[in-house]
């Protein structure tokens, strides 16, 4: 049996984190014996409390408290409950954890990350860069420190609308110089500065999602078009799709990288038919369960690279599948909300 | 009549031997007998009436215009120029669903 680590179970409806679907992914996944632990940041993440996927629930620091601090609660965790794979879901998480990927072997355990240097490359302030050099179309972007930006930002040929994003999360179209301003305040409390302006596309969005495999290749590629958005522009629906096209571009960009790890790649698909990539992230997406309901179960080969094991047997990803999130209540014994309250651990 | 009449060449269309419409795009696409459609590259899917699905399976097996036309006057009543007026129409619709 191995036991793996999740991070990324918050899952509110409207933009869950990745770990419950890549949790749900391990244990549907053939061949693969695996106690699961969750691991959460706020006692109100759901992932810590679903025994269906997660054997175990912890609390981690938040990132800002350092990667210190995030070493020192995995090693805690890891003495009391040992773990073989750690799966980092969030963002706003990976810096601290590549910082730490050495203590975490000298713990034995192991990860698939890209480095820090394959991060920096896909951030979306180097964006424009990383497309030139894979030879795909991007929106300008652009890191901005003050809203007054906005006021100008017509005299440098940017148009209405924009969007407006966050380093990590949160990204807003804006329509006139005041949208853009609250859109601005509101990501920089978030998330902090820079915040990113980026040119806005008019098209439909199509997502790809794969796992590097730190020699320029990429394994298992599925590629889904969003059918249904939230508020907040996350998929509710989408459709597991197959285009040569989308998937060649993907690879380029892997190529360029060399990247390692899982990987989401975004892409909004304009009327002409020409694919812009609007993000790289660094992580499997909340969606990532379409990658089992289509027989490419991503997470489960992440881990089996992690173990250097041979990879499971792929077919060709079922394009046609689709699916639906919905969101279900979880009981939570006012017992195991104490535990995690007071020991940042679910008994 | 508008539509028997190619608008550049002032033939008939029924004497029109090129495709249709992109035989790889009319090849990718998964039909049901139902009538329901899914383009496995762009997600899109939409579903279509008895006389749709027919013409979309002859488009399938790469018929032009005029067998098309010749294959549907035996199986529905109608005139041959009011088939070919809709088939026209319809592989202008798959066009417009499915740009090159």
Redesign the interface.
């Known amino acids: 049996m191995v036991t793996v680590a999740i991070s990324g179970m918050n899952a509110r409806p409207d933009n869950p984190g990745p770990g419950v679907a890549v949790a749900r992914c391990l244990r549907e996944a053939a061949d693969l014996d695996a106690r699961i632990i969750g691991f959460g940041y706020d006692a109100l993440d759901p992932g810590l409390y679903l025994t269906d996927y997660c054997d175990a629930g912890y609390l981690l620091p938040y990132p800002s408290a350092g990667d210190q601090a995030l070493a020192e609660r995995l090693e805690e965790i890891h003495k009391s409950d040992p773990f073989d794979v750690f799966i980092p879901c969030l963002d706003a998480e990976l810096p601290n954890v590549l910082r730490i990927e050495q203590q975490l072997k000298k713990l034995g355990v192991r990860t698939w990350l890209p480095s820090e240097d394959q991060l920096k490359l896909r951030s979306k302030e180097r964006l424009n860069e990383l497309a030139a050099h894979a030879e795909i179309a991007c929106p300008r972007t652009r890191g901005i420190t003050q809203p007054d930006f906005f006021q100008r930002c017509d005299d440098e040929g940017w148009k209405y609308p924009l969007v407006v994003k966050g380093v990590f999360y949160d990204a807003y179209v804006a329509h006139s110089p005041a949208d853009a301003a609250v859109a601005f305040n509101h990501i920089a409390r978030t998330w902090g500065y820079p915040v990113l302006v980026q040119e806005h596309i008019k098209g439909e969005e199509y997502n790809l999602t794969g796992v590097g495999d730190g020699e320029g290749g990429l394994l298992g590629a599925v590629m889904m078009k969003k059918t249904g958005l939230t508020d907040k522009g996350k998929a509710w629906a989408g459709v597991a799709v197959s285009d040569q096209a989308l998937l060649d571009a993907a690879q380029k960009l892997i190529k360029a990288t060399r990247w390692r790890g899982p990987l989401e790649v975004e892409v909004i698909k304009s009327p002409s038919g020409t694919y812009h990539l609007v993000e790289i992230n660094p992580r499997f997406p909340a969606w990532i369960y379409l990658s089992a309901g289509v027989g490419v179960n991503l997470p489960h080969a992440l881990v089996n690279l992690a173990l250097s094991r041979p990879l499971p047997a792929f077919g060709e990803p079922r394009a046609g599948t689709m699916f639906i999130r919905y969101a279900l209540e979880t009981i939570v014994d006012l017992g195991q909300f104490e535990s995690i309250i007071v020991n940042g651990v679910r008994e | 009549m508008f539509y028997n009449r190619h608008p550049m060449t002032n033939e008939s269309n029924t004497t029109r031997r090129e495709p249709l419409i992109d035989a790889k795009l009319v090849q990718r696409l998964?039909v049901s007998d139902s009538g329901f459609v899914?383009d496995?590259?762009?997600?899109h899917?939409f579903s279509v009436n008895e006389t749709g699905l027919r013409i979309l399976r002859l488009l399938k097996e790469g018929q032009d215009l005029p067998s098309a036309v010749k294959a549907l006057c035996d199986e529905f009543l109608g005139s041959a120029a009011d088939i070919e007026r809709d088939v026209l129409e319809f592989a202008g619709l798959l066009r417009k669903q499915f740009?090159?």
């Open positions: 998964a899914f496995p590259v762009s997600g899917s740009p090159a």
